[in-house]
């Protein structure tokens, strides 16, 4: 399963076929990454910058992202 979690600044991956659950996102930013809920990443949570300096720590990839451009998007 792959899903996409994006806003005006960041898009964010994750495929669960590589998901290793090393726990890097939860332990990082538990606001964002929390999979008691649902959708289990609130994009919101967090400044884009953190999400992705949290994003680039996975291990194997599962997470992935891009910065976006807000004019481009609004």
């Given at each position: 399963?792959?899903?996409?979690?994006?806003?005006?600044?960041?898009?964010?991956?994750?495929?669960?076929?590589?998901?290793?659950?090393?726990?890097?996102?939860?332990?990082?930013?538990?606001?964002?990454f929390n999979p008691q809920?649902?959708?289990?990443?609130?994009?919101?949570?967090?400044?884009?910058?953190e999400i992705r300096k949290?994003?680039?720590?996975?291990?194997?990839?599962?997470?992935?992202?891009?910065?976006?451009?807000?004019?481009?998007?609004?």
């Open positions: 399963m792959k899903r996409t979690y994006e806003n005006k600044k960041i898009r964010v991956f994750w495929d669960s076929e590589k998901c290793i659950h090393s726990g890097n996102c939860l332990l990082g930013l538990p606001q964002v809920s649902r959708p289990w990443v609130d994009i919101d949570a967090a400044d884009a910058e949290c994003v680039e720590d996975c291990p194997s990839r599962a997470l992935t992202c891009e910065m976006l451009d807000e004019e481009r998007k609004g």
